[in-house]
């Protein structure tokens, strides 16, 4: 498409401001990432003497770094607006976040809405694709214990496994509370048509705006992390001290991302800043633990199905009307405490907006195992 000359100089404004906020980056990278290692490297001895002290220190170390993250995306003009549950209220509990997956932006949207979230930035840990090890990014996730994931279904039974001892070995050890998981296994775009043939194959739902849930990792995560009951005390979990004083796994956090117009931000968008500003909506909804059903895999695989057909109501709504829930009842909107203290303006919400569970019975022959292991 040709630039006209009115547009020429504006144009040129964009180019010009993404280049200065790319070398600023880079400035960041340079000193804020060798610094962390370097502290690292200096707390060695404390992670000998007392090992929970070193790990809340460089929690607090990994929490900067990402707020860092986050307040590139601030400057640029792209706020967050919270909706539903207040999930402030659990920073102290353990949980799993289950998040819809579109962009790499997902990542620092949510890095963004968790910097006044206490201190779970500090203790959570990361799944993610096992790409992002090879970033600049990645030496920090390595030393923080957050998981790289490989996709494709050769892998996929070894991913698992390792995933299972990493959590034995490095999460209430390292004094985690907070796990991050995107259950679709890869971006929308990337998924969209496979998992709708899936669907069309065995009689499930047609999802536009997310797709069918994995559910191999949703498992792990649970069978490691949820405080079993054997003669009146909690098992399961880490063969360490810290075991035993846990609550285990206590809470999900169904969380949707939207994006005005359903278009996504990238980290290529975070970093360079050239689309102008823009709100992204996060919606939350909590569900205890004890009412998960974790008997079966079945049980537990339509319980998952369930959230992400929500999602969809959730998303289909708020991209035709703007609202972010359709039915009525009250809603809750958080305030977004950005990085370096500067907290957002807040917003208010229509009154009645916030959607009541959307009940969508799955057929009872549909298959599931094939698209969830």
């Known amino acids: 498409m040709a630039v006209t000359l009115e547009e020429a100089p504006w ?4 180019l010009v401001k993404a280049l200065m906020r790319f070398a ?9 990432i060798p610094s962390y290692i370097c502290y690292v490297i200096i707390l060695q001895p404390l992670r000998v003497l007392d090992s929970k002290q070193f790990w809340y ?21 792209y706020t967050v607006m919270e909706w539903g549950e207040d999930i402030k209220a659990i ?17 620092c949207t949510l890095m963004m809405c968790l910097q006044d979230k206490g201190l779970v930035v500090a203790q959570m840990m990361w799944l993610m694709d096992h790409i992002f090890k090879y970033t600049n990014f990645g030496i920090v996730s390595l030393i923080h214990g957050d998981f790289f994931i490989r996709q494709g279904r050769s892998y996929r039974d070894q991913q698992l496994l390792l995933l299972k001892k990493h959590l034995e070995s490095n999460y209430r050890s390292r004094d985690r509370k907070w796990i991050v998981l995107f259950p679709e296994g890869g971006f929308l775009r990337k998924r ?12 499930l739902p047609f999802l536009t705006h997310v ?22 005390s909690p098992a399961g979990g880490d063969a360490k001290e810290l075991e035993s004083k846990s609550k285990g796994l206590q809470w999900i956090i169904d969380t949707t991302i939207a994006y005005p117009k359903a278009e996504p931000i990238d980290i290529q968008t975070w970093i360079l800043g050239y689309r102008k500003p823009t709100v992204t909506h996060v919606h939350y909804r909590i569900f205890p633990i004890k009412d998960v059903p974790l008997e079966t895999d079945d049980d537990l695989s339509n319980w998952l199905y369930q959230r992400f057909i929500e999602k969809e109501d959730l998303l289909s709504h ?15 909107v958080q305030q977004v405490k950005l990085p370096l203290g500067r907290p957002a303006s807040r917003i208010r919400a229509p009154a009645g907006t916030l959607a009541a569970p959307l009940l969508i019975q799955l057929p009872a022959d549909a298959p599931r195992k094939q698209q969830m292991t």
């Open 211 to 232: 797709t069918l849930p994995r559910f191999g990792a949703t498992k792990i995560i649970l069978s490691a992390l949820v405080a079993r009951q054997e003669n009146g």
């Open 91 to 107: 920073s102290k509990d353990e949980a799993m976040m289950l998040v819809n997956h579109q962009a790499t932006g997902d990542v």
């Open 11 to 14: 144009l040129g404004w964009i």
């Open 318 to 332: 708020f991209y035709e009307t703007g609202s972010e829930t359709p039915d009525s009842a009250d809603v809750v």
């Open 57 to 77: 220190i460089e929690g607090i170390m990994y929490k900067w770094l990402l707020g860092m993250v986050a307040s590139w995306g601030w400057y640029a003009g």
């Open 24 to 32: 600023f980056m880079v400035a960041n990278n340079l000193v804020a």
């Open 192 to 203: 969209r048509e496979t998992s709708q043939a899936f669907a069309r194959k065995n009689n």
